[in-house]
């Protein structure tokens, strides 16, 4: 009885490191699958928008008519769309890992969430919104999801916003599209927010919800939230919301941007 009770412990013992073994591979496994996606998103940034830092300006908040002369665009959308057609823009978030283009499926809302700009498996996923939102960014409020990675890529920085002295120093995120430079302020971030799919949540049509959306933006009641002063929002703001998962539990930190000038480029 004693042998076969030491035998049975020995089995379990072996089975247990077995596991622990496999799981350390598995976890090696996806640090070095993300690290090599982070190195190739960082080398499509140097190919197709190696000067899109020095574009980027800090513009007056009176500057918000696209009335000045035809801009460069930084990035170069004919070289992205040879390779995915469902590369529809470009976002950049200074002083962040957040340069990625940014993605649409036609077939499958949420295809990108586990898929890379170019269609193969991935665990980090891609920058992604799905059908009911406009390519063109012409919505009331457009949500771009993007997965919190624990190696600091795709939208793990957007945790550096609830930093009241990062939020500060920095006020403005960019999208790009094929001739166009969007210029969003930053009015607010907060967490948690529960998951519910905010665009089947909310009928952004009604002029009342819409409102009552900016006015939440404007005056979160998340336990952790930092907000812009002198942010003042109407219905004929054009907003994006940025969507990341929490580090631990259910809900989602919200970014919220409103659009303050789109101008041409070339």
Not at 21 to 49: F, G, P, R, W
Not at 86 to 93: D, G, L, M, T, V
Not at 236 to 245: A, P, W
Request: proline residues 3%.
């Amino acid at each position: 009885m004693k042998r076969n009770r030491n035998k049975i412990l020995i089995t379990i013992l072996v089975i247990t490191i077995i596991l622990l073994i496999l799981c350390v591979i598995y976890v090696m496994y996806q640090m070095n699958t993300q690290h090599k996606e982070q190195d190739d998103y960082s080398k499509l940034a140097s190919s197709v928008a190696p000067s899109i830092a020095e574009e980027v300006t800090s513009p007056s908040i009176d500057e918000t008519l696209a009335d000045n002369p035809i801009i460069d665009n930084p990035i170069d959308f004919e070289s992205l769309q040879s390779q995915n057609d469902e590369i529809y823009s470009w976002i950049y978030i200074p002083d962040t890992n957040i340069n990625y283009p940014v993605c649409r499926s036609n077939t499958n809302d949420n295809f990108y969430l586990d898929h890379d700009i170019y269609g193969n498996y991935s665990f980090s996923g891609s920058i992604y919104s799905q059908y009911c939102n406009s390519i063109y960014m012409h919505d009331r409020v457009t949500v771009l999801y993007g997965h919190n990675m624990a190696d600091g890529s795709m939208f793990a920085d957007l945790y550096k916003f609830t930093n009241t002295d990062f939020f500060n120093d920095h006020e403005y995120f960019y999208i790009y599209r094929p001739q166009h430079k969007l210029t969003y302020r930053i009015v607010s971030v907060y967490f948690p927010y529960d998951d519910r799919h905010i665009m089947n949540s909310f009928d952004f049509d009604d002029d009342k919800v819409f409102q009552e959306y900016l006015d939440y933006i404007q005056n979160p009641r998340s336990f952790t939230k930092v907000v812009r002063d002198n942010s003042e929002l109407t219905i004929n703001d054009k907003i994006v919301t940025l969507s990341t998962c929490l580090n631990s539990g259910d809900g989602r930190l919200l970014l919220q941007g409103v659009l303050i000038k789109d101008e041409l480029t070339k």
